[in-house]
């Protein structure tokens, strides 16, 4: 017993620097994201400037997450995961040398690259260091830290940017993924790439169309664009009912701190048996939908309502969705289907706020929150039928 409960000791204890390699994505996506319009001068004349740097790191995400997720299967998942945080620091540490704005698309576009290979590295890792039936308490606490680089990224790099501009943030973003490289190289085991048998295109497209797969990456591309949804409209919906950016930035503060104190929660719920991915899931969903109709209501009581139900409601989607891909797939393919479910994320993450956006565009914001709560619900339901179908 004491020999087992070492062993764990020792597993958790390597997971630590992959915790650490979540937070630095998303600390890197949200600090910069949240402060690049106090740095670019004329603000007026560039927007789409502007613009474009938001969209260059998240874009390259949706390209490349799939190629680094399959050559971390290939070659091994420590390699890539190494090498994607010292291109992060690489191409960070190039904006602090050239300190020019003009530059900024370069360095985001780098730093967005760098992310495609060490997110599904850190991910798959995850998966293959983890036994089988604890795969929800680890993905809850990866999900954990992952959430916590998401809420303290605005903060604290609105703070490093008041000290120092963006020069400074870079740079600070430059040490950190050094720091956790040099953490993960020495303390996250190298787990070879193991035997796979040949994979055609047919068999490709014939394993990522799977129920088991299509179900829990609907069920977080549902997920990460009410997330998405709640952080860039929730402000605005406060604003049009006359709220100050006190009151909007505490309901996006509280819509991820509850996202991300329920993700461990969920997932330890999901290893106890108290909850099968199917039932966790589909209220999961129903919650969030509920949180997305609750934004309908104006003032700061539906704002904040809808903060706390989309955050919980999206933090018991998260652990349960990764773990049951992690638990569906054969170990050797593992990159490959993080990497493909990452990118359904990001589908999600640009398509939820496109759905609000164009119905708010043709009609109004309250209609734009209605129809993503639809389809929100109508996955959910999706999900409690295949529970009933298995049952």
């Given at each position: 017993?004491s020999d087992?409960?070492?062993q764990?000791?020792?597993?958790?204890?390597q997971m630590?620097?992959?915790?650490?390699?979540?937070?630095?994505?998303?600390?890197?996506?949200h600090?910069?994201?949240?402060?690049l319009v106090?740095?670019?001068?004329?603000l007026?004349?560039?927007?789409?400037?502007?613009?474009?740097?938001?969209?260059l790191?998240?874009?390259?995400?949706?390209?490349?997450?799939?190629?680094?997720?399959?050559?971390?299967?290939?070659?091994?998942?420590?390699?890539?995961?190494?090498?994607?945080?010292?291109?992060?620091?690489?191409?960070?540490?190039l904006?602090?040398?050239v300190a020019?704005t003009?530059w900024?698309?370069?360095?985001?576009?780098?730093?967005?690259?760098?992310?495609?290979?060490?997110?599904p590295?850190?991910?798959?890792?995850v998966?293959?260091?983890?036994?089988?039936?604890k795969?929800?308490?680890?993905?809850?606490?990866y999900?954990?830290y992952?959430?916590l680089?998401?809420?303290?990224?605005?903060?604290l790099?609105?703070?490093?940017v008041?000290?120092?501009g963006?020069?400074?943030l870079?740079?600070v973003?430059?040490?950190?993924a050094?720091?956790?490289?040099?953490?993960?190289?020495f303390?996250?085991?190298?787990l070879?790439?193991?035997?796979?048998?040949?994979?055609t295109?047919?068999?490709?497209?014939?394993r990522l169309?799977?129920?088991?797969?299509?179900?829990p990456?609907?069920?977080?591309?549902?997920s990460?664009a009410?997330?998405s949804?709640?952080?860039?409209?929730?402000?605005?919906?406060?604003?049009?009912?006359?709220?100050?950016?006190i009151?909007?930035?505490?309901?996006?503060?509280?819509?991820?701190?509850?996202a991300?104190?329920?993700?461990?929660?969920?997932?330890?719920?999901l290893?106890?048996g108290?909850?099968?991915?199917?039932?966790?899931?589909?209220?999961?969903?129903v919650?969030?939908?509920?949180?997305?109709?609750?934004?309908?209501?104006?003032?700061?009581?539906?704002?904040l309502?809808a903060?706390?139900?989309?955050?919980?409601?999206?933090?018991?989607?998260?652990?349960?969705?990764?773990?049951?891909l992690?638990?569906?797939t054969?170990e050797?393919?593992?990159g490959?289907?993080m990497?493909?479910?990452?990118?359904?994320?990001?589908l999600?993450?640009?398509?939820?706020?496109?759905i609000?956006?164009?119905?708010?565009?043709?009609?109004?914001?309250?209609?734009?929150?209605?129809?993503?709560?639809?389809?929100?619900?109508?996955?959910?339901?999706d999900s409690?039928?295949?529970r009933?179908?298995?049952?």
């Open positions: 017993m087992n409960k070492a764990l000791e020792g597993v958790r204890w630590w620097p992959l915790y650490a390699a979540g937070f630095t994505t998303a600390f890197g996506a600090a910069v994201a949240a402060n106090f740095d670019l001068d004329d007026a004349n560039s927007l789409l400037y502007l613009g474009l740097l938001l969209a790191y998240d874009g390259a995400e949706v390209l490349l997450k799939p190629v680094f997720g399959t050559l971390a299967d290939r070659i091994g998942a420590k390699p890539v995961l190494l090498g994607g945080l010292v291109a992060f620091a690489a191409a960070s540490f904006f602090v040398v020019d003009d900024l698309w370069l360095a985001r576009l780098g730093q967005g690259a760098a992310a495609s290979a060490f997110s590295a850190a991910s798959s890792s998966a293959r260091l983890t036994r089988k039936g795969h929800g308490s680890a993905f809850g606490t999900g954990f992952k959430s680089g998401y809420t303290l990224g605005p903060l790099g609105g703070v490093i008041w000290i120092g963006l020069t400074l870079f740079a973003m430059a040490v950190l050094l720091v956790v490289a040099l953490w993960a190289k303390v996250v085991p190298a070879p790439p193991l035997p796979r048998a040949r994979q295109v047919v068999d490709l497209a014939r169309s799977d129920r088991q797969f299509l179900g990456t609907a069920a977080l591309a549902a990460t009410a997330l949804v709640g952080v860039g409209f929730l402000p605005v919906a406060g604003v049009d009912a006359g709220l100050g950016p009151a909007t930035g505490a309901a996006v503060s509280v819509l991820a701190l509850c991300a104190f329920a993700q461990p929660r969920a997932g330890r719920a290893d106890a108290k909850i099968t991915v199917e039932r966790g899931v589909a209220w999961g969903l919650v969030t939908a509920a949180g997305l109709a609750l934004a309908m209501i104006p003032g700061l009581v539906g704002i309502a903060a706390v139900a989309v955050g919980i409601g999206t933090g018991i989607i998260t652990p349960l969705g990764f773990a049951a992690a638990a569906s054969p050797e393919r593992m490959q289907t990497g493909a479910a990452e990118l359904g994320r990001e999600g993450d640009a398509g939820g706020p496109l609000v956006a164009g119905v708010a565009a043709v009609a109004t914001l309250t209609a734009g929150f209605g129809v993503l709560a639809v389809i929100t619900l109508l996955i959910g339901a409690a039928r295949q009933n179908v298995r049952s």
